[in-house]
């Protein structure tokens, strides 16, 4: 069954500190892997997406790395903003398929003053 | 285009109401999905249309709702005799599936309540 788990499941990080959230997933055949942050009452937005030949992509202040052999996946937030404070998404797309996207349940990030 | 649009954004409604929602996907995206997605979880598949055919639903689509895009462009999901548990956010994205070109986009849903 293919599965998306992050961790972890909610963060509380000074305003400027840096922080990596994580994704695990079990999805094949695998084809891209994309991070979203969704604000409160909002729809998901993209951050990222990533295919199997990549292992970084940058956006900003957001960093998504991915391993497609350990299947792991990361989103690091530089000098982070009161913005930032929302739900981060990891959704994992398969080859082939109808819908073919396994979410994951989100890390909610708050940034506090 | 300024993106997918969903109306309304928020609804509530007594329970046994019948609901409508709407979706205005990226005008040149030709497959548009919707998703249910409830407090603390990601969203959940419902179906999705590829131009006007419906081509998936998942089991979570009761016969209570119904999903139409009769013309390829804009989609209506339609819920029957509400119950407390379909109080959710109602999402909807569009994609540009077999141009090579992704631009997988949610809309920012539609919020119901059932009381």
């Known amino acids: 069954k293919n599965q998306v788990e992050q961790s972890p499941q909610s963060l509380i990080i000074l305003e400027g500190k840096n922080c990596t959230l994580q994704c695990n997933y079990t999805v094949s055949p695998f084809s891209n892997l994309r991070w979203y942050k969704q604000d409160t009452g909002r729809g998901p937005v993209s951050l990222t997406i990533m295919t199997f030949s990549e292992n970084t992509k940058s956006n900003g202040r957001y960093t998504a790395t991915l391993d497609a052999d350990t299947k792991q996946s990361s989103l690091h937030i530089t000098a982070s903003q009161l913005s930032d404070s929302a739900s981060y998404i990891c959704v994992v797309s398969a080859r082939g398929g109808a819908d073919g996207l396994t979410f994951g349940k989100g890390t909610h990030l708050i940034i506090q003053p | 285009d300024t993106g997918v649009s969903q109306d309304p954004r928020h609804k509530i409604t007594k329970r046994g109401q019948n609901v409508t929602f709407r979706c205005d996907p990226i005008?040149?995206?030709?497959?548009l999905y919707w998703y249910r997605q409830t407090l603390g979880q990601g969203p959940e598949f419902l179906t999705y249309?590829?131009?006007?055919?419906?081509?998936?639903k998942s089991r979570l689509l009761s016969d209570r709702f119904s999903a139409e895009r009769p013309k390829g462009s804009f989609s209506t999901l339609e819920i029957q005799r509400t119950e407390q548990g379909d109080s959710a956010m109602y999402l909807c994205?569009?994609?540009?599936?077999?141009?090579?070109?992704?631009?997988?986009?949610f809309g920012s849903g539609t919020r119901l309540t059932v009381v």
């Open positions: 005008s040149e995206h030709n497959r």
């Open positions: 249309f590829q131009n006007e055919a419906q081509l998936e």
């Open positions: 994205a569009s994609s540009s599936y077999g141009t090579g070109v992704d631009g997988y986009t």
